[in-house]
């Protein structure tokens, strides 16, 4: 698979589809119903558990078997607090951006109302005090419904506990930019239904079970990792997920490390990733001229691949990352060429494995 574009106009449309629909963490299921029926013509089987993480399955009989994994939730908000003049008062649900919320719509969602529309309000630059202004919090963010009172927010079926979300959806930035609210992390969703759909098109034979997982509940702790990886007790997992680009203002390099759109798939260094399974995606990084960037991560990599590694007496793990910017905004940005390299590398790197392989550093 040379370097020909592997993003069709029937990927994208799915790709646009899927971002769109709204996944807050611990209500993803509509939007796996839209993964995974797309996935359908490509697998042979689904795997779905009690808090909604699905797995389309290649080769199910099979004993061996290597995960790709990538995480359908987005960040969102629930309703905490109504105050007695229809005022709403939010905590977070997942690492939500209170700095970024001031003038921005939101979705309500509700049982029975459907979605309620409404705003985050902020008081008028005319009424703070310069030099003295109060900066965005958790404590003083608030969404107005347009409600009178307390009374009039319930009958609109709002109530505490119901989730928020941005209704901001994709857009394509000077050709090659793909531009959304939740890109971490269906845009790994999106990238691991392509390796499946390109190995079904390709007529590749894998010797092992392949199975595609679309985790939930990343954003609150890796725990559908945590839950699907006992289900399936992979031998091998392939994690993708989104890291920053570090090229913006206010990004200190010494920090975050030096990635950039553009200059192709992140390959992580961090205990949880076991080297002999990282050193075989660069070399086959290096065998298809795949372009790729490194970064090392401490003690842990805040991605699903610590739930994976660290799940059944050890699972040789690895993570390639997405470059993007503005991350838990809703402007997230990736670029178009390593949104394709990454998907190339996972591919490249699925035919480099062989059944049985252990990655075992005493072997």
């Known amino acids: ?6 993003i069709t106009k029937k990927s994208l449309e799915f790709f646009e589809k899927y971002l769109n629909n709204a996944s807050p963490t611990g209500y993803e299921w509509e939007g796996q119903k839209i993964w995974m029926d797309y996935l359908k013509p490509y697998v042979d089987d689904f795997i779905t558990d009690t808090y909604g993480t699905a797995v389309a399955v290649i080769n199910p009989e099979a004993d061996y078997k290597v995960v790709i994994e990538g995480h359908s939730d987005e960040i969102s908000w629930y309703v905490n ?15 939500s951006d209170h700095q970024i919320a001031p003038s921005k719509w939101v979705n309500i969602h509700t ?16 009424t703070r005090k310069s030099g003295k202004e109060e900066a965005p919090k958790l404590d003083n963010i608030f969404i107005d419904i347009g409600a009178k009172d307390k009374d009039e927010v319930e009958k609109m079926g709002v109530h505490v506990g119901c989730v928020i ?35 079904h098109e390709n007529g590749k034979k894998l010797p092992f079970g392949l199975y595609i997982t679309n985790s939930v509940q990343e954003e609150i702790g890796l725990r559908g990792a945590e839950m699907i990886t006992q289900t399936i007790k992979p031998n091998v997992a392939i994690v993708t997920d989104v890291t ?13 490390g030096d990635c950039a759109m553009g200059k192709g798939p ?21 065998e298809n001229e795949i372009p790729f960037q490194r970064a090392a991560n401490s003690r842990y990599t805040g991605t699903d691949t610590d739930a994976f590694a660290y799940s059944n007496g050890g699972v040789a793990s690895a993570l390639i990352s997405l470059p993007l910017r503005y991350m838990h905004t809703t402007v997230e940005t990736v670029h178009r060429d390593d949104v ?24």
């Not at 607090?81 to 690492?95: A, C, K, P, S």
């Not at 985050?120 to 005319?126: D, L, M, N, S, V």
């Not at 992140?266 to 949880?272: C, S």
């Not at 394709?340 to 072997?363: A, D």
């Open 111 to 126: 049982k029975n109302n459907g979605i309620v529309k409404g705003v985050f309000g902020w008081p008028a630059i005319h």
């Open 1 to 6: 698979m040379a370097k020909d574009k592997i």
């Open 340 to 363: 394709e390299n990454v998907i190339r590398l996972i591919y490249e790197t699925l035919l480099n494995i062989k059944s049985g392989e252990t990655f075992s550093y005493f072997e």
């Open 81 to 95: 607090y109504i105050t007695d003049n229809g005022l709403l008062y939010v905590i977070r649900n997942g690492g």
């Open 266 to 286: 992140v390959i992580a260094y961090a205990p949880a990733v076991q080297q002999k399974l990282r050193e075989r995606i660069i070399e086959t990084a290096e």
């Open 165 to 199: 979300t941005y209704p901001d959806e994709f857009h394509i930035l000077n050709e090659d930019k793909f531009v959304c609210r939740a890109l971490d992390n269906r845009a790994g969703g999106f990238m691991i239904a392509e390796v499946a759909r390109l190995l």
């Open 244 to 256: 920053h680009d570090t090229t913006t203002p206010m990004i200190e390099k010494k920090v975050q």
